[in-house]
């Protein structure tokens, strides 16, 4: 089977060595072997021996009978839409790792595919390399997915660690993202939680059948977290992630995306650095825990290069379940319950009574020396919650409380 790859950066290389150094186990599994035969890039690579595959024109590929696959490791939609629908056109599968082209655009390529006979496949899009778009389209076809919630990106989740362990401030901490390869150099899709909204709504697609809009996702990234939200934190004993949670209540849907305080108790507390994990909740299978690297190179890589072989060997054959292009409502976030940790300034004396009148409070936490104080609320609509915390005066800060 002759492939393509369709950029040449961190995943599109990685792709590449992966195919190289397990080129027999690769060849084994799916009968033949799987061959490089073109690497689409605007740049050349003098120094690599994947030069003598760059070529500048994608419509070499388009036109080559022999290429079967595509790998597509792009990023964003523009070209990646524009390729991959003429790759698809061509009667090519195509394997991608772009959560921004499957948000924007899955359900056109995956019928298109369908109409074509051949696969589009996008299992590197969410959590890297963690297998989770596959089990949820075998393994869970006989549940009715209730719920799903997780860390869904490694950039913010290695920042929350670094400020939980070390004490460093975001921006610290978001430098050194980015001097590790962890943080690109305008990080605002990963800081802003625009990066975890598209795979929460790709999930949640793939979960119930129909088209989410990841613009109806309510989004909130983790930018204004702070260092004394973070020894608020330890404080009471918890740790801040960055938490996408999609569910179904009786016929409504709901998706989130925002920081929240969690418990020891809860399974994502203790997942730190690079690492992702979610859970996936079935009517009959019960929650399912994934977790694993969610980016670098060779782990993402692993994931496209499993959907090589799965289109390899499903040829003329749809392997992924497609949604329709119904639009999945999603609920405004008002009807959401959650408790609140809140940050006031001013001294406890003056202010807890003011606060007694508007919240039932759970918890009241003081830092030595600091004039402020926090409070975690009981459990509130988001709607409600609005509402009380509009009249309130000197609040520093929200983050909801997870169990």
């Not at 890039?41 to 760059?54: A, C, G, N, S, T």
């Not at 359900?107 to 963690?130: C, P, Q, Y």
């Not at 329709?324 to 406890?348: A, C, N």
Request: include cysteine; hydrophobic fraction near 40%.
């Amino acid at each position: 089977m002759k492939i393509a790859v369709m950029g040449y950066g961190t995943i599109g290389s990685g792709v590449v060595e992966a195919l190289s150094m397990n080129q027999d186990s690769i060849s084994k599994k799916v009968g033949q072997p799987v061959e490089v035969k073109y690497v689409l890039d605007l740049r050349d690579f003098p120094e690599d021996p994947v030069q003598e595959k760059i070529v500048h024109d994608v419509s070499v590929i388009e036109k080559d009978p022999e290429v079967g696959i595509v790998v597509e490791t792009m990023g964003g939609t523009k070209p990646a839409y524009d390729f991959v629908k003429a790759m698809i056109l061509a009667g090519k599968s195509v394997a991608t790792s772009n959560k921004a082209l499957v948000a924007a655009h899955g359900t056109e390529l995956l019928h298109l595919a369908r109409e074509k006979g051949v696969n589009f496949l996008f299992e590197a899009s969410v959590g890297g390399g963690i297998p989770i778009i596959r089990p949820m389209n075998t393994s869970m076809t006989g549940d009715k997915v209730e719920e799903i919630s997780g860390i869904f990106n490694g950039t913010t989740n290695f920042i929350l660690t670094k400020m939980a362990q070390e004490g460093t401030t975001f921006d610290a901490a978001l430098k050194e993202a980015q001097e590790l390869g962890y943080a690109e150099r305008d990080p605002s899709a990963d800081v802003e939680g625009q990066d975890t909204c598209r795979k929460i709504a790709i999930l949640t697609s793939v979960a119930y059948n129909h088209e989410v809009d990841y613009t109806d996702i309510y989004t909130e990234g983790i930018t204004k977290i702070t260092d004394m939200d973070v020894r608020y934190a330890k404080e009471l004993g918890r740790s801040i992630k960055l938490l996408a949670i999609s569910k179904k209540t009786d016929d409504k849907y709901f998706a989130i995306v925002a920081p929240f305080m969690l418990s020891p108790e809860h399974p994502m507390f203790g997942v730190n650095g690079v690492f992702n994990s979610i859970m996936v909740k079935g009517n009959v299978s019960g929650p399912l825990m994934f977790y694993g690297s969610g980016a670098g190179k060779l782990p993402t890589a692993g994931a496209v290069i499993a959907d090589v072989i799965a289109a390899t060997r499903n040829m003329g054959r749809g392997v992924m379940s497609i949604w329709d292009g119904t639009k999945l409502p999603v609920e405004d976030k008002g009807e959401l319950t959650s408790r609140f940790f809140l940050r006031i300034s001013g001294s406890r004396a003056a202010k807890e009574e003011e606060l007694r009148k508007l919240f039932e409070i759970e918890t009241v936490v003081e830092l030595p020396g600091e004039d402020e104080f926090g409070v975690v609320t009981g459990p509130m609509t988001e709607k409600a919650f609005d509402g009380k915390q509009a009249s309130l005066e000197g609040v520093l800060g929200m983050i909801r409380v997870g169990e």
